[in-house]
């Protein structure tokens, strides 16, 4: 995960690169522990939050420890962590057809990984609250082009196809409630330094 845009230098502990000028940083990116990069662009910050509030209340069978925050630090990381987006925006799709993609998923075998408690892909249910439309879509088409160490294979679908599956995929409602950045912040501003530094003292850079 690399973080542009800080001058000066950052000491930030195990697994982190640290340079001066510009800072360039390497976090949450071992083996088994999902990259950071773009969690802007994939990730809903409703569900971040709630995330961080409590990962197994999410996801009962996670890696992901509980770590202690008040509601202005749990704040603060969601709004840093939204602003970690590729540096060209993902297009936005057209409105796939959920109806027409049942079968593609299913010629696709695509829950031959994609099943709870299953050790090769995340189970597929309820990601609607998580997941933006325009991520899942670019991910189906070229899994590698967002997550370059993906194990998903490119199954060379068509937008009109992706755009299809992403329909079928998020039939939960695609914008949740409940998350607000806090005052004078919002999703589209430089994350700030307090969001780098919190992200930091509470050991996220060491996996």
């Given amino acids: ?12 502990g195990v697994g982190v690169q640290v340079v001066r000028g510009p800072v360039s940083v390497g976090i949450h990116g071992r083996i088994g522990v999902p990259d950071l990069d773009r969690i802007g662009d994939k990730t809903h910050p409703a569900w971040l939050s709630q995330w961080l509030q409590d990962p197994k209340t999410v996801l009962p069978n996670t890696r992901m420890p509980h770590i202690p925050l008040t509601a202005t630090e749990r704040d603060t990381l969601v709004h840093f962590l939204m602003n970690q987006r590729g540096k060209t925006p993902l297009s936005i799709p057209q409105k796939g057809n959920a109806i027409r993609s049942q079968k593609l998923f299913e010629d696709a075998q695509c829950d031959r990984c994609h099943r709870p408690n299953h050790a090769i892909g995340p189970a597929l249910k309820n990601i609607g609250g998580k997941i933006r439309t325009p991520w899942l879509v670019a991910y189906l088409i070229r899994p590698a082009d967002l997550v370059p160490n993906a194990r998903m294979p490119d199954y ?52």
């Fill in 1 to 12: 995960m690399a973080l542009d845009g800080v001058g000066g230098s950052v000491v930030v």
């Fill in 156 to 207: 060379e679908f068509s937008r009109t196809q992706a755009q299809d599956l992403t329909a079928f995929l998020l039939e939960a409602p695609s914008d949740p409630s409940g998350f607000s950045f806090p005052s004078g912040q919002n999703r589209n501003q430089q994350y700030t330094p307090d969001g780098l530094s919190l992200f930091v003292r509470k050991g996220c850079a060491g996996c």
